[in-house]
Every structure is written in structure tokens, then in C-alpha cells.
């Protein structure tokens, strides 16, 4: 098999799906499967759909569209606001949007009269993380404005927290989304299907027994995908965290001195030295270190979120990953596996050079 290579354990995909539907349906929660960071890969949406959830969510319009052919069954969320420039494309492959935008409602009401179909609306509010959505203040006028557009469906409201500032869902938040979609209900005497709370990062608070309140929808990646929850990157407990892992193959193994030398300056991806330490002269009496370097590189994955038992990774440049390790036996043509963080798995997945195979 070639490497680097990304391996798809797919049953454990399927377990961590089906455990987290089942966990939140006992609080009353769907769940959207969110697969941006697979591109959208069919065979995993397809597992998430047959582990029962809900629906199917993206970034990018190019990945609703592949799962648009792919015929899953389940409605289709665009998880990112519709760039105003893509309205017709917007319509025409995804059930539901997440909105924030005057102009763009405006713009998706029209693509879709002109298409004859009702598209889904799902206004995202602001409530700390200072990424997507209105002010509170403000949400008001984007309902009445939603519900004056009979191209549109108001489908609900949403928010969400943890990726931009790391800002934590928690007992205020959450119970302020509450507040709002019971006020704009009563205010407009209307019946909104979904309360969106948030991503993997709305997990904590729900096992440390927050109360969902109106809350009935997440949109989950991380958490399905990796088993792990973004604020604290623990693993979540019952579900699998090696569902996706890496491989990358040994190109060089051998004994050198534990510290570099000569006069160190910025390296190629990182303004500092890695080391402050100058060494003119390689010492005799330096202790030398088994090191090994594998044909992957920030082209390929994350450095920063590669991990495996027994193994120190050292650094890593475009296409050379340098792991050390004392009691790592590896030699060239030898394949290591590595546990892989959101940011590794999005880059890995992105990279034409990384192969992925199924298992
Ligand atoms: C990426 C994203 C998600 C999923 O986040 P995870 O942390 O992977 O669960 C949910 N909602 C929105 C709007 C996103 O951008």
C-alpha cells in the first residue's frame, strides 16, 4: 500500500456515530454529521447516514455537491454562510443554510423563486466566539425579513462557540439561545424546528450535565470523527480515537547527536530557532540519539497534531517529518502509524500526495 496514507476504520466511524446519536437523543438532540474535514467523502457520510444521523453538514459548496449525487437520503446543511457569488449553487444542491446576511437571504430567496424550490434558513446568532452570526440585538429584524421571503423557510436558529476565541458553551450561552428562539416564536407566533447549539465543543457542557433547554440540534465533526472534543482535546468517553490514522513511511534511521550545530536561524516554517544554543563544533562528548525521518511533511498533515506511543516527533519541514524515540526500533522501508489531531486529518485530507484507504 502506498504512504503516506490516511486508514479509515470505518465500523469505529460507524460506532462513534451511532453511540453519540443515541447518547443525545436521550436529551432530545438530532445530530448533523459534519465531513468538511473529509472534503465530503461519500463513504463516510454514507456510514454516519446509516448510524442514524440526522442529516449531512459542509463548508463548501463543492462538497454538498458531491454528496448531492451521492443520493444519501438525508437533507444536506451548508454549515458556512452561502458566499453571495454561489446563491444559485446554494439552492440548487443544499436543503439548508446558515445565515447571518441580509444580502445574501435577499440573494437566496431570489436563486431560489427562480428554481422553484424553498430553501432552509438557519440564522446564526453571535453569542461570545466572535466568528459567524447576528447580535442578538439584531435578530428580530433578520426573522421578519426571512419570513417576508416565501422562497425561504426560516428553519430554525443557531449558534456557534469554541473555534474562533475557544469561547465555551456553557449554562449563559446556551440558555440564551433558549431565550431567543422562545422570543422570536412568541413574538412572531410562529414554530421553529431546530435550535442548533453548536459543534463537538457543546459536548463538555452536556456531560457535565447541562440542561439543553430548547436546545435539539448539533453539528458534529471532531467529536465522530476523532472521538475527541475540541476545548480541551479529551476523548470522549465510549468512542473510538484512532477511527483515522496515518501512516507515513521511514526514509533515513540512524544514531546522531542529540543537539544540532553551528549557528542556528529561522527554520524553514517557523521564525525562532528551534534552538538557543549555539554549537560551533559538533562535541565528541554529546550524547547521540536514535532519530528517524519519515516522507511526510507540512504538505502532508500537521506536524503539531501527530502523535504515537513511544515516539518524540522533533520537528518537521515541507516533506520530512524527524521523530526520535530510545527504544524505537524502526528502519528504513518500516511504516509508523500516528494518531492524528483535527487540524492533521484536514490538512492529511486536503494533500494529494496522502493517499486513504478503507478498513
Ligand atoms: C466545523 C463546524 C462544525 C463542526 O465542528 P466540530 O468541532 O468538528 O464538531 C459545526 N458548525 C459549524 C458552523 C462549523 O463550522
Not at 426573522?143 to 443557531?158: D, F, H, N, Q
Request: net charge neutral; glycine share 8%; with cysteine.
Amino acid at each position: 500500500m502506498s504512504a503516506p496514507r490516511l486508514e479509515i476504520h470505518l465500523e469505529h466511524l460507524q460506532h462513534n456515530a451511532r453511540t453519540m446519536v443515541n447518547r443525545l437523543a436521550s436529551q432530545g438532540i438530532k445530530i448533523t454529521g459534519v465531513s468538511k474535514s473529509t472534503l465530503g467523502m461519500p463513504e463516510i457520510a454514507r456510514t454516519w447516514v446509516a448510524a442514524g444521523v440526522h442529516s449531512i453538514g459542509e463548508a463548501r459548496i463543492e462538497s454538498i455537491e458531491i454528496l448531492n449525487r451521492c443520493e444519501l437520503g438525508v437533507p444536506l446543511l451548508l454549515i458556512r454562510s452561502p458566499m453571495l457569488s454561489q446563491v444559485e449553487r446554494v439552492v440548487a444542491h443544499a436543503a439548508i443554510s446558515c445565515n447571518s446576511e441580509l444580502i445574501v437571504l435577499k440573494a437566496l430567496a431570489a436563486a431560489a423563486a427562480c428554481q422553484g424550490v424553498r430553501h432552509g434558513v438557519m440564522l446564526m446568532v453571535e453569542l461570545g466566539d466572535l466568528r459567524e452570526g447576528v447580535l442578538a440585538a439584531d435578530l428580530e429584524a433578520m426573522v421578519v425579513l426571512t419570513l417576508a421571503l416565501p422562497s425561504l423557510l426560516l428553519v430554525g436558529i443557531g449558534t456557534n462557540l469554541g473555534c474562533q476565541h475557544g469561547i465555551a458553551p456553557d449554562p449563559t450561552n446556551m440558555a440564551e439561545l433558549s431565550r431567543l428562539i422562545n422570543a422570536m416564536e412568541a413574538r412572531f407566533g410562529i414554530k421553529l424546528e431546530w435550535c442548533s447549539g453548536g459543534n463537538s465543543a457543546n459536548l463538555p457542557w452536556l456531560a457535565s450535565g447541562g440542561k439543553p433547554g430548547r436546545i435539539n440540534h448539533l453539528r458534529l465533526g471532531e467529536a465522530l470523527l476523532l472521538g475527541r472534543e475540541p476545548l480541551t482535546r479529551k476523548q470522549i468517553p465510549g468512542l473510538y480515537t484512532d477511527a483515522i490514522t496515518l501512516v507515513a513511511e521511514v526514509i533515513e534511521c540512524k544514531l546522531k547527536p542529540s543537539q544540532p550545530w553551528g549557528t542556528p536561524h529561522s527554520t524553514s516554517f517557523s521564525n525562532e530557532p528551534t534552538t538557543s544554543q549555539i554549537t560551533p563544533q559538533i562535541t565528541p562528548a554529546q550524547p547521540m540519539t536514535r532519530r528517524a525521518l519519515l516522507a511526510l511533511g507540512e504538505q502532508d498533515a500537521d506536524p503539531a497534531g501527530l502523535s504515537a506511543a513511544q515516539l518524540t516527533i522533533e520537528g518537521a519541514s515541507s516533506d520530512h517529518l524527524v521523530v526520535s524515540g530510545a527504544t524505537m526500533k524502526l528502519g528504513v522501508g518500516d511504516e509508523q502509524r500516528f494518531q492524528i489531531s483535527y487540524s492533521a486529518l484536514l490538512r492529511a485530507m486536503t494533500s494529494p500526495f496522502v493517499s486513504r484507504c478503507f478498513i
